[in-house]
Structures are given as structure tokens and as C-alpha cells.
């Protein structure tokens, strides 16, 4: 026997999965929805696990600096009004580059925002001594910050309870049979029935809806947390700052992050967009070689050497070709809404997203003047 119909069945109980169900249970109060994930709370596949994530204005695309303006500005402002709590440390973020490649992007994009200047090389002795002198004079970005990731997923479970939504893991859905006047989804254990459906499956939505898989591609990254030699206050948050390094090879892209407490090392990565396609239901280890690039990155841009490493992590980032989110309604069923191909750097924009995907599955638009201006870029086709 299937069970009652909900209006909304939103399939990802990931980061967008959770904000896209906070922002419908607000928008159309006493409508029945339900969330479904494959793995239990608080596991750490996929995309939204990890303690922190970088926040930030900086870009080399303008549509992306207007969206994290208004996020910084509303969105995230009023999540952490209804969690009562703070989910952004702000640190200031240092934006560096090698001319000839995509740094060109960024410092074009930026050029004249208010909110970045330039940074003088004594001014980042003195402030950053953690970083080495490398004859560059780094933007900064004031905006920039600490995202408390853990944090804020528990937060948004603690608001989707709240509004009674249905929430069902693990449980993984087997199929979506979108015939007839319902649609229907198959999981493990049963058929539920709804009027609508949001997917936010992250690196699993090709298994789901593999007429995507010539837009989305699933890559690796490996991420190190280091404990730097010296005293450890320095490359804490919030005296450490966010930072980005483009270089000019599309694989020379890294970032870091402060620690939140000593024991837990700065988080550095690279952040690659390029790599090979990889199948999210298969565990592997950590890639020496990219530990090892990692290593030799901290090495020449830290002025402290590497004490040890503190923890190995991996993430799956779901790439579509021009690093543009799908958002919007499924080309063949408007009934399905798509949020999905974040590109791993969609954390920053899930308040504001998970508004837009709301809307759009709740009346088939968006009221959020920011999107709507570059809707076509992040449409589904």
C-alpha cells in the first residue's frame, strides 16, 4: 500500500536538500513535505560533511559576486536569526594569483568593489606572518569568512523538525516514476506519492537521473588539515584569514582555512575542477600524489613548516562545465526540481539556493531579483 501523499518530496538530505525543505516549510506553511536520505545524519559522504567552508565575495564572475553579495547581505543573516546563533566567523580572506591565467578573471571582476582592495606587501608582513612574502600584493576581501559547516546542518535538521517535515534516513530511493497525475518515489522500503519532487542529490543524481550525466561529473579532492610549527593561535580563526591562490594551470587552484581550535589544523586543498570523473559509491583512499602536492604547496607559500598532518579528508565535488549550478525545473517535467551541480563551491550560496529552488518548485519561479537576472545561466537543459 503506498503511503498518504505529500505535496513535496525533496530526494538529498544533504545541505540543499535541508535548506531547500526550510525555505518551502516557510513559504507555504502546512504543506506536507518529506526529505529523504540515503545515509544516517551526520554522515560524511557526498558534499555538506566537514566542519568549515569558505566564504567570500571575491569571483571571476559577476553573477557569482552578486549572489554572494545578497547572501552575505539577507540570506545568511536570517538563517542565523532563527538558529540564534552565529554560522559565519568573519575573517577576512586574502585572494592571490599568477597573471596570464584565470587571476586575470579575478582581478578584473573585482576592480573597484568596495568591499576588496589591494594589500600592500608590508601590510601583509605585518598583519598575516604566516603567510611568506612571495613578491605579491594580495587582494583582500572584508566580506570573507569561516562558514561553521557542521554547525549549520544541524541547524537547519533542528528547523526542518521544527516544521514537522517528514524526514526519512537512510533510506535511498530506487526510481521516480513521474506518469500519471502524481509522481511517485521508490525507496528501499516504500512508494510515496506527491504533486512535486526536489532533487538535491549532489554526486549520486546521475544514478538517479542519468539523462543529466553529459552535464554533471563527479570529481575527488583530497583535503589535508595540517598543524603548523609555532604557536598555534596564529593559524586559528579568526586571526588566520580565508585565502584562495589561482595559478595559471586550471589545477593550480588552492585554498585554506584557519583552524577553529588547535587540535583541529588549518584545512588546505586544492580545489580541482578538472580531474577525473570518478563513481561516488566507491570508497578509495587518499591519493599520495595529491597529498603530497598539497605538502609541497603549504611548504612553499607558509612561512612555518608542517608539524604533521592531523587528518586526511575526501569530498566529491559535482561538476558541470562551467562551474554554473542547475537550478531550476527538469527539462523534461516541470514537476521535478532540480538544485544540484554546486561545483564545490555552492556551500556559500545554500540560504540563498535553497530560497530560489524553493520558490521555484512552490509557483515555478523565483521572486529573488538576484537570480532572476542570471536565470538562464543555471536552467537545467
Known amino acids: 500500500m503506498n503511503d498518504p501523499v505529500w505535496d513535496y518530496v525533496i530526494v538529498g538530505g544533504g545541505l540543499y536538500g535541508l535548506s531547500v525543505a526550510y525555505a518551502l516549510a516557510q513559504l ?11 545515509f544516517p545524519d551526520g554522515h560524511e559522504n557526498g558534499s555538506s560533511h566537514g566542519i568549515t567552508r569558505v566564504t567570500r565575495t571575491t569571483y571571476d564572475s559577476p553573477p557569482f559576486v552578486e549572489l554572494a553579495r545578497r547572501a552575505h547581505r539577507i540570506d545568511w543573516p536570517e538563517l542565523e536569526r532563527a538558529a540564534g546563533e552565529p554560522l ?14 584565470g587571476w586575470d578573471d579575478f582581478e578584473r ?78 525507496t528501499e522500503r516504500r512508494t510515496l506519492v506527491t504533486g ?24 575527488r579532492q583530497t583535503v589535508l588539515f595540517l598543524a603548523l610549527e609555532g ?48 563513481d561516488p559509491d566507491l570508497s578509495d583512499e587518499p591519493d599520495p600524489a595529491e597529498v603530497e602536492a598539497v605538502l ?48 564545490g563551491h555552492g556551500f556559500k550560496f545554500a540560504p540563498l539556493i535553497g530560497r530560489v529552488a524553493a520558490e521555484i518548485a512552490w509557483s515555478g519561479e523565483t521572486s529573488v531579483p538576484e537570480f532572476r537576472r542570471h536565470a538562464a545561466r543555471f536552467l537545467p537543459r
Open 231 to 278: 604557536p598555534p593561535g596564529e593559524a586559528e580563526v579568526p586571526a588566520f584569514p580565508v585565502w584562495v591562490h589561482v595559478g595559471r594551470d586550471p589545477r593550480e587552484f588552492f585554498y585554506g582555512i584557519g583552524a577553529l581550535s588547535p587540535d583541529r589544523g588549518i584545512k588546505i586543498a586544492r580545489h580541482d575542477t578538472v580531474g577525473e570523473g570518478v
Open 109 to 186: 571582476t573585482m576592480a573597484g568593489h568596495p568591499e576588496v582592495e589591494r594589500l600592500p606587501r608590508a601590510e601583509l608582513r605585518s598583519r598575516f606572518p604566516l603567510f611568506r612574502d612571495r613578491g605579491e600584493s594580495p587582494l583582500f576581501d572584508s566580506t570573507a569568512g569561516v562558514i561553521r559547516a557542521r554547525r549549520t546542518l544541524d541547524v537547519l535538521r533542528l528547523l526542518c523538525d521544527r516544521h514537522e517535515i517528514d524526514r526519512f534516513a537512510p533510506e535511498r530511493v530506487l526510481s521516480i516514476d513521474p506518469g500519471g497525475a502524481s509522481l511517485r518515489v521508490r
Open 296 to 343: 609541497d604547496f603549504a611548504a612553499a607559500h607558509f612561512a612555518r613548516p608542517v608539524s604533521r598532518i592531523e587528518r586526511v579528508d575526501r569530498c566529491l565535488y559535482t561538476m558541470t562545465e562551467d562551474e554554473y549550478f542547475l537550478v531550476g525545473p527538469h527539462p523534461g517535467e516541470s514537476r521535478i526540481t532540480l538544485a544540484t551541480g554546486f561545483s
Open 196 to 219: 512535486r519532487i526536489v532533487i538535491a542529490t549532489g554526486a549520486w543524481t546521475t544514478k538517479l537521473l542519468p539523462e543529466l550525466g553529459e552535464r554533471l561529473r563527479v570529481v
Open 28 to 38: 507555504a506553511p502546512g504543506v506536507r513535505i518529506c526529505l529523504l536520505d540515503q
Open 88 to 101: 559565519i566567523v568573519q575573517t577576512g580572506g586574502l585572494f592571490s594569483g599568477e597573471p596570464g591565467g
